[in-house]
């Protein structure tokens, strides 16, 4: 009786390339968590984000810039609110609408970003990414990184230090002008 045929595997030598293009693959790709502030559609890298959570009270600090809403208590730790719309040059949200929290990690701890709804964890492309447009001017450039072309709309990455810093150094100048 003949010897059925048995497919015969790769050697071992062979295994690890075969994932390296499946690493490679899954590298190609990256997670955004995504939210809305007005109209536009932005994301920030999923690592850099702690926890979304919803509207919390925030005490106002003197002499800061409009777009530090102010510190909210998050479980015994001073968290800084940033307002998007603010940094932006958005206006106002409607009064009776309330902002979502999205707490991202950031070198000097974390901050709020105060978003309008927040959307999904979307997974792209990196190959789909392009830069900021040449037409962007001034510091509304240094704050998208970029874009990524998807169905029906841009997804704006959100260059998150530079949001911080500039934020920091907005309250720097208020604070030396006195």
């Known amino acids: 009786m003949p010897e059925p045929s048995r497919v015969k595997s790769p050697p071992n030598h062979e295994l690890p390339q075969m994932q390296k293009s ?18 536009l559609y932005f994301g920030v890298e999923v690592c850099q984000v ?6 919390q009270h925030t005490t106002r600090v003197p002499l800061a810039p409009a777009v530090v809403q102010g510190l909210m208590n998050l479980r015994g730790q001073i968290v800084t609110t940033l307002s998007l719309r603010e940094r932006l ?8 609408s309330r902002p979502i929290n999205v707490v991202i990690r950031t070198s000097n701890g974390p901050v709020s970003l105060l978003v309008d709804e927040i959307g999904d964890v979307v ?17 509304h ?24 810093s500039i934020a920091a150094h907005e309250s720097c100048q208020i604070r030396n002008v006195g």
């Open 22 to 39: 499946k690493e490679q693959l899954m590298a190609d790709k990256e997670s955004y968590c995504t939210f809305r502030v007005d109209e």
């Open 50 to 55: 702690q926890e979304v959570i919803r509207y």
């Open 141 to 164: 450039r240094e704050l998208i990184r970029g874009a990524f072309k998807l169905e029906g709309r841009l997804l704006l990455i959100l260059n998150t230090s530079k949001v911080v």
């Open 123 to 139: 997974e792209v492309d990196q190959e789909l990414f392009e830069p900021a447009p040449e037409t962007l001017q001034g510091e």
């Open 89 to 96: 040059g958005m206006s106002p949200a409607d009064a009776d």
